[in-house]
């Protein structure tokens, strides 16, 4: 049980647990919270998991671990680990269950006074468009040699089916398509579970919603991002589906012989890992890759199918009603990138799980209109309140490896959420709230009731004070479409 | 439905996790759900004949069985399991 004693406050939004604070520890953990948010999470096992997240061979730096920080299965969601290629390991826990679970945010100029009228209407087309819910299939459904494709090329596969704009592309993290993805390497069983789901949104804490842009708090960067004040945007939150958990299943599955192979002893066995240049951990990446294509072009035939149901509704009532792309970002994945470690620069795989990458201005991999912001930073409340848009920084580059949070974080569990709140009183609250809610679940909806998070202000307020991200926009929602 | 699976893994913990997502992988693709089983352990490998009904409606699906706290106890009354399943 690790307590706030254990730990070095180093500014009131940074705390660290010493590598001396237990001898399998390899690096220190480094937090960036604030007490409140430190103390909310005693209770569950995110320290702990911490701690162990930070005996993983190889490891440079410190585990970070961000705001929104809670238990998962072996490593902490919300952390961040980067570990020395090609001779360190990759974890395929530390990336997670759903390979490139992220965010899309799409904008427009429809201004919300004027789209008030047509919202319920957006909404029911939304929800028939963008498939959500336990076990239903997706838009898309194509043959294994097809699904290889949409492994091996990700968005670009929508691009060439005309899912897509080259827009589009460019502004997704990767281009939408990770280089390196081996279809070979993916388990029949995975590919079963894809082929159909191409184009859903799936259930749980996934969602299709409407926003409009509350506050700018930084014009001019708004500006480059393409939002504007008082106009309806568009989230869209899901991941690789049945594919990607298929994909983490197989490998944390054959990594608990790869271990015991490469003689490394892990204090659990969801943190089970390979070393990158070993046959396995190179089948690891070639696989995950491949889900994180799945996932892109995931997000990339939902935004097409969002466009469809903003044209139906908008086309000859409003002006100006074309959805475009802002940024798509994943946060869980595994990424080979260089950052500067104790003044040397380092070739790592940085693992992001419920953390999203934050590239600050003048990184090469940002498209060239983002070059002078820093990248959008994409941060969804939970169900019902506000979204955040940040911009990533020159001092995550330096802090997190170039990371920062993904959310507002869990901090009750579904069953208890379940138990405390009704679906059907939920739903009337957010309708009176002025937000149209398209729900397959009542039950569901409960799990998602914004009192089972934290407060996705606190968590942006410490990861700005901490300087890895600035503010740029806050949105509000107006409509949620959730399985 | 009859259908036979098999496994071979490192030990107790690992071939109960192969033969659950194997279950997982029925319900959701295949929409059966298996009602009787034949389990056969010899050391690491596993055999389990086993027969299963269509499924008619689901509510919750099983996305993933993960290693999370899993923990096989034998009992005076036989095993009890402690596992962790990704909903």
């Given at each position: 049980m690790i307590r706030l004693q254990d730990m070095k406050r180093i500014t009131p939004y940074e705390w660290e647990i010493p590598q001396?604070?237990?001898?399998?520890?390899?690096v220190p953990v480094r937090i960036f919270a604030t007490q409140k948010l430190l103390e909310q999470i005693m209770d569950d096992k995110s320290l702990e998991q911490a701690v162990n997240a930070a005996t993983l061979p190889g490891l440079v730096g410190t585990v970070v671990i961000m705001p929104d920080m809670h238990q998962g299965y072996g490593f902490p969601i919300g952390g961040v680990a980067a570990t020395k290629f090609p001779q360190g390991v990759v974890s395929p826990g530390a990336i997670g269950y759903d390979i490139n679970c992220g965010v899309r945010l799409l904008s427009s100029d429809i201004e919300c006074e004027a789209a008030l009228p047509h919202l319920d209407a957006l909404a029911t087309l939304l929800n028939k468009y963008c498939p959500s819910g336990v076990g239903v299939e997706g838009v898309v459904r194509v043959n294994i040699p097809e699904l290889e494709r949409v492994l091996r090329e990700g968005s670009c596969w929508a691009l060439k089916n005309g899912y897509a704009t080259e827009a589009d592309l460019v502004r997704t993290e990767e281009g939408g398509c990770l280089e390196?993805?081996?279809?070979?390497?993916?388990?029949d069983r995975a590919k079963q579970r894809g082929r159909q789901q191409i184009g859903s949104v799936g259930a749980g804490n996934h969602f299709v919603e409407v926003d409009v842009v509350?506050?700018?708090?930084d014009p001019e960067t708004a500006a480059v991002f393409g939002l504007r004040q008082g106009c309806l945007a568009v989230q869209i939150h899901c991941g690789s589906r049945g594919f990607g958990h298929q994909v983490c299943t197989d490998y944390v599955q054959e990594f608990q012989a790869a271990v015991r192979r490469y003689g490394i002893e892990l204090?659990?066995?969801?943190?089970v890992c390979a070393p990158m240049d070993s046959p396995e951990g190179q089948a690891y990446l070639g696989a995950m890759r491949a889900a994180a294509n799945f996932a892109f072009a995931n997000r990339q035939i939902l935004a097409h199918s969002a466009r469809r149901a903003f044209e139906e509704v908008f086309e000859g009532k409003l002006k100006g009603w074309e959805l475009r792309q802002v940024y798509d970002i994943a946060h869980n994945m595994g990424k080979i990138e260089t950052h500067e470690v104790e003044g040397k620069r380092l070739k790592v795989c940085v693992h992001r799980k419920g953390a999203t990458r934050a590239f600050g201005p003048g990184s090469p991999d940002l498209p060239p209109e983002y070059q002078s912001t820093g990248q959008p930073v994409l941060v969804p409340g939970s169900m019902g309140t506000a979204s955040w848009v940040l911009a990533g920084t020159e001092m995550s580059m330096a802090r997190s490896f170039g990371s920062c949070c993904h959310g507002a974080g869990r901090v009750m569990s579904r069953s208890k959420a379940k138990r405390e709140i009704r679906g059907d009183e939920l739903r009337r609250e957010l309708e009176r709230d002025g937000i149209r809610v398209r729900a397959g679940s009542m039950p569901g909806l409960a799990e998602e009731a914004?009192?089972?998070?934290?407060d996705v202000d606190e968590v942006v307020e410490t990861v700005t004070a901490a300087n890895i991200a600035r503010k740029v926009a806050r949105l509000r929602p107006l409509a949620v479409v959730k399985g | 439905m009859k259908r036979t699976f098999e496994a071979e893994a490192t030990d107790a913990e690992s071939l109960l996790v192969a033969f659950l997502s194997e279950l997982v992988f029925a319900v959701e693709q295949e929409h059966l759900i298996f009602i009787e089983f034949h389990v056969q352990v010899e050391g690491i490998k596993l055999k389990v004949e086993m027969s299963g009904v269509p499924i008619l409606s689901l509510t919750k699906a099983i996305k993933a069985v993960t290693y999370h706290n899993l923990q096989i106890q034998p009992t005076a009354r036989g095993y009890e399991v402690e596992i962790v399943f990704d909903v």
């Open positions: 001396s604070f237990r001898a399998d520890m390899r390196g993805a081996n279809p070979a390497k993916v388990s509350e506050a700018v708090l204090p659990d066995r969801e943190l914004p009192q089972a998070y934290k | -």
